[in-house]
């Protein structure tokens, strides 16, 4: 409670209260920019924070993250183009709504939505993180290697619906986490002679050339192409009526706790948390035959979803380390960056960081609705920007963020490398996720295996001693189960329609 407090005086310090306005501000624009996705906007910023106080560095973070998210429901119901990945879902209604001269209703109704689930999740990292870390003090290194093999199969289950691809992809990451020294022997690995890669790939390029390089050079060959034609004007009132929010309020509810259990569960983002609540609501709708055609529902199941996997995605990232999506893996690297070591001891040596980083997720959540209210059509239009203009203004960037990191211009030459590599991915449809998400768990996953092995003399059987071993290994056979019942399920459910 003394760190709370003390957190709850930090968030209103005019210096806290400035970079949450500046990362709210960015958050929406990135957001809103159709291919530029919450992950990049966050990782853009890391090298901002280098010479910032760790407390506001993580505020900055977080209000570019949570904004983002509802950033993209704009095009999206606007222009039919989502911002991020998290509002493919929201087009879906919130066009037609649009079509119709309600798009100011439906991003009414984004904003509404988003700031119930980004509020809802935020109260499950507040009172769900904290237990979570002492029960993360009963973790030994074989709970471990469970729970980082949990978060790799769970990644390949959800990345863009074609495993063998994301196979690849986290097995590139897997490769990538081994170069370095060893750390039980000393020796170098996979290195060739440079000294820069003793200590391991760095995070940061990595991420920026994978999310940012990568999609740049596609706007800068015209393969991808963010202008999206003329506005279509709303009218009418943006909020919508009390009766509307009450008529959609179990919806609300049921979407936010989609949102932030899909959160917590590593390698799940904020599209599938958005397209299961709006499979959920479409079911359990009285019209379901109305979703597609402009149902309001519609855009508020998957907006409460997507927002609510920030704060739950925080939670496994912050008390167990492991991150439960990509934007949440660059998180972790922007704690490292600032010397905050994820996992339980983070609750008790830096509390009062912790707490101001998730308190001042209520007010990011207020932000952006606050400025989304006012400024939706405004932040609309830059979709406008020439893609041979934003183009080269990322990479620009980018070279700028991965020098200032050490220095070091072979960190220039990796995150233009990382940048080709994420290219090529993009046009074979590899996701860069699972490689960025298995960079981040190799070293924690090849480290608790050794180490358990160590302890047990080599003996194997120190994986099966354990009552959270085996809990664990149950998640890991329901989630690798799971998606051949749902196809079982849908095969059931055609038969009978037919």
Known sequence: MEAILAAAANIFEPSTLLVLGIGTVVGLFVGALPGLSSTMGVALCIPITFGMDPANALVLLGAIYTSSVFGGSITAILLRTPGTDASIATTFDGYPMAQRGEGAQAIGMALVASLVGGVFSVCVLLFVAPPLSRLALLFGPQEYVYLTIFGMISILGVSGGNPTKAFISAALGLLLATVGFDLFTGYPRLTFGQDELFEGVPLLPALIGIFS????????????????????????????????????????????LIGSAIGILPGAGTSVA?????????????????????????????????????????????????????????????????????????????????????????????????????????????????????????????????????????????????????????????????????????????????????????????????????????????????????????????????
């Open 213 to 256: 390089v990568s999609q740049a050079i596609s706007l800068c060959t015209g393969e991808a192409d963010i202008g999206a034609g003329n506005m279509i004007k709303t009218k009418g009132r943006t909020l919508p009526a009390w009766s509307v929010i009450r008529r959609c309020g179990r919806t609300l509810f049921k979407s936010s």
């Open 274 to 498: 958005a397209f299961i609540s709006y499979d959920e609501a479409r079911r359990r709708s009285k019209t379901p035959e109305a979703f597609g055609k402009g149902e309001i529902e519609g855009v508020a199941a998957p907006e409460a979803a997507n927002n609510a996997v920030t704060g739950g995605s925080l939670v496994p990232a912050l008390t167990l380390g492991i991150p439960g999506n990509a934007v949440t893996a660059v998180f972790l690297g922007g704690l490292t960056i600032h010397g905050l070591v994820p996992g339980p001891r983070l609750f008790t040596d830096h509390a009062e960081i912790v707490y101001t980083l998730i308190l001042s997720l209520f007010l990011a959540n207020l932000a952006f609705a606050a400025l989304g209210l006012f400024a939706a059509p405004w932040v609309a239009r830059v979709v406008k920007v020439p893609s041979a203009v934003l183009g080269p203004t990322i990479i620009v960037f980018s070279v700028i963020g991965s020098y200032a990191l050490r220095n070091s211009l072979f960190d220039v030459w990796l995150v233009l490398g990382f940048g080709v590599l994420g290219y090529f991915m993009e046009r074979w449809r590899i996701p860069g996720a699972p490689l960025v998400i298995a960079l981040v768990l190799g070293p924690i996953l090849e480290t608790n295996l050794r180490r358990s092995l160590q302890i047990s003399g080599g003996d194997w059987m120190i994986f099966f001693t354990s009552p959270l071993s085996y809990a664990i290994m149950a998640l890991i056979v329901l989630t690798l189960a799971y998606p051949i019942f749902a196809r079982r399920q849908q095969k059931k459910r055609e038969q009978d329609a037919s």
